[in-house]
């Protein structure tokens, strides 16, 4: 294709080199650095390590890169075997949640020229949930939680058509629908630290979706589960899952609205 | 994980579900006795230290005993006493249950609030109802000037 245009006289040199130039200088303007940053990743493989241990990888990157991209180009590139759960890589599948510089975030979030790149960017594994290896969790507590509250619509009707719904009984609900189960919120969650058996926000975020749905027809049930000792009463609001949310749910609002539903009823 | 154990024990929590639960009155007490407590503490300290005259040089043995001989304030303080030992046990049992994660431990601890908040209340509530400034049959020398004046 390129060879085809020079072989081809051009109508007018002049035009032809002018564009040559404007192309050249949006190039030189344009064109990324690439810096190298330091990550420190605790790395953990049952079969060999007691104990976790930090590893530090230097990387070239750039700035639109995220930090996902650095732990792929270290996987592909240094170290195949760190191993790490990711699938859609745009902030959608809920996969790579990790703990990064300390705070709860989706690797596939997380632009690299957001960092201090001066100093390593720390990055390891979700808290709370049992570490399988390097940055896998095991999602099964999580998993067990979000069932029990009956994550799906229940309805007496038959669906013989659809169950329509105001603009303003879909809005009641509609931040929560948003969550796409990644744990960051659960994981971020000091009460749920103490021992995993706190239902943790995600869970009652889930449910707070369907109690304030006005098609569904068991909120009651939902509220009956979450008023256990291990329910929403142990929320101490500290907002560690409204920060951490990647899909920006106001998390503790959600949880604060169930605790108001079960002292007045269902507004929906 | 999914293919390798696919009859999950599911759910988790349901079968250690037992006994009466009263986290719900427990978070809505916390919210009640703490506005009734902000009332009662500073109308307590407003008397004690703004409304005597004298402020706080002027309360003596014989002022609490005087207060103790109201009713009013034996019920102000009783008042005051349930519910600030309760509102402050459960809220140590929060913070044992968040941050303890030994759960011996946390058995001892738990146990430990509930005694000594026990204890408080108990002792507390028989003090106000039945302080005698001049107990009959005590020496002199142990009681207040005033009570020589009975």
Known sequence: MTEATKETPAPNAEIEEEIETVVEIDEAEEAPQSFTVTLNIRRYDPEVDDEPRWVDYDVEMYPTERILDALHRIKWEQDPTLAFRRSCAHGICGSDAMRINGRNRLACKA????????????????????LE????????????????????????????????????????????????????????????????????????????????????????????????????????????????????????KAIAEVKQAMMRGVKL | MTIDNPNYAYPARSTKRRGINLEKAGWI????????????????????????????????????????????????????????????????RTIVNDYVHNKTVRGVL????????????????????????????ASAELLPSFCADL
């Open chain 1, 111 to 130: 632009l690299v020229k957001d960092f201090d790149i001066s100093r390593p960017v720390y990055v390891e594994a979700i808290k709370g949930l049992p």
């Open chain 1, 133 to 252: 290896k390097d940055l896998i969790v095991d999602m099964e507590p999580f998993f067990d939680s979000y069932r029990e509250i009956q994550p799906f619509l229940q309805a007496s009707s038959k669906p013989e058509r659809e169950r329509h719904q105001t603009i303003e009984q879909r809005a009641r609900f509609d931040d929560t629908t948003k969550c796409i189960l990644c744990a960051a919120c659960t994981t971020s969650c000091p009460v749920f630290w103490t021992d995993g058996q706190y239902f943790g926000p995600a869970a009652i975020v889930n449910a707070h979706r369907f109690i304030f749905d006005s098609r569904d027809e068991a909120s009651q049930v939902r509220l009956d589960i979450l008023n256990d000792r291990e329910g929403v009463w142990r929320c101490r609001t500290t907002f560690n899952c409204t920060d951490a949310c990647p899909r920006g749910i106001e998390v503790t």
């Open chain 2, 29 to 92: 007490f916390m919210r009640v006795s703490g506005v009734v407590l902000i009332v009662l503490i500073f109308g307590h300290l407003f008397y004690n230290l703004m409304w005597t005259p004298g402020g706080i040089q002027a309360i003596d043995f014989g002022f609490v005993g005087g207060k103790f001989a109201n009713p009013f304030w034996q019920w102000y303080d009783v008042i005051m006493l349930w519910l600030a030992i309760i509102h402050g046990s459960n809220g140590v």
């Open chain 2, 110 to 137: 738990l146990w430990a609030i509930l005694l000594a908040g026990a204890v408080l209340i108990v002792l507390g509530t028989l003090i106000t109802f039945t302080f005698d400034p001049c107990p009959t049959g």
